[in-house]
């Protein structure tokens, strides 16, 4: 979505994140550009993992900004790691 809504920007510095959505048996689905994520997979918290330097600090959040019900000038902030 990044990469759509702004066009060759990028955050500096950047680490490769793998997110992934578990289904009923366990297998691990991972979440890229094209996938589909089903409600049933979406219902639980993701597995996120990163490959960062030793001891470095990140954070790690979710938001939909197009998603608010009520007022279109504001975003749900699903998680924030």
Known sequence: MF???FE???????????????Q??????????G???????????????RKADKGSLWTLLLTNPDGHLREADWEYLHWLV
């Open 35 to 49: 996938h589909t994520v089903t409600p049933s997979e979406a219902s639980r918290s993701p597995a996120a993992s």
């Open 24 to 33: 009923e048996d366990e297998h691990l689905v991972p979440v890229c550009c």
């Open 8 to 22: 060759g920007a990028t955050f500096s510095p950047w680490v490769t994140l793998r997110v992934e959505h578990s």
């Open 3 to 5: 990469r759509d809504l």
